[in-house]
């Protein structure tokens, strides 16, 4: 398994930016696709983003489309989450998952970080 640590969550006012960091260990990091997730309080888990193992291709849930970023760094075992024009539905907390195809469905990611804190205020 992988070991995955997010960082650069934090506070926020509505329209600013954040970015997000996922840095990957314990297995070949360019073998395995990347996604991030977030959930808030009271709320499911739910897909952001999703890249694949070379970066070409990415998918986005609708919601932070234009918004949102996702890229990764294969040299640097790290992904990334680039977050603009945040807005208060966007606080959550995120996290990183790795896994075998890109999908929306957390259960087909295997590994998980421990999720940052993303707070949005308005």
């Known amino acids: 398994q992988v070991q995955l640590v997010e960082s650069g969550g934090g506070l926020v006012q509505a329209g600013g930016s954040l970015r997000l960091s996922c840095a990957a260990s314990?297995?070949?990091?360019?073998?395995?696709?990347m996604g991030w997730f977030r959930q808030a309080p009271g709320k499911e888990r739910e897909f952001v983003a999703g890249?694949?193992?070379?970066?070409?291709?990415?998918l986005y849930t609708d919601s932070v489309k234009g918004r949102f970023t996702v890229s990764r760094d294969n040299a640097k075992n790290t992904v990334y989450l680039e977050m603009n024009s945040l807005k208060p539905e966007d606080a959550a907390v995120y996290y990183c998952?790795?896994?075998?195809?890109?999908?929306?469905?957390?259960?087909?990611?295997?590994?998980w970080g421990q999720g940052t804190q993303v707070t949005v205020s308005s």
């Open positions: 998952a790795s896994g075998i195809v890109v999908t929306t469905k957390p259960d087909r990611y295997d590994s």
């Open positions: 314990g297995r070949t990091f360019s073998n395995y696709v």
């Open positions: 890249i694949s193992r070379s970066g070409i291709s990415t």
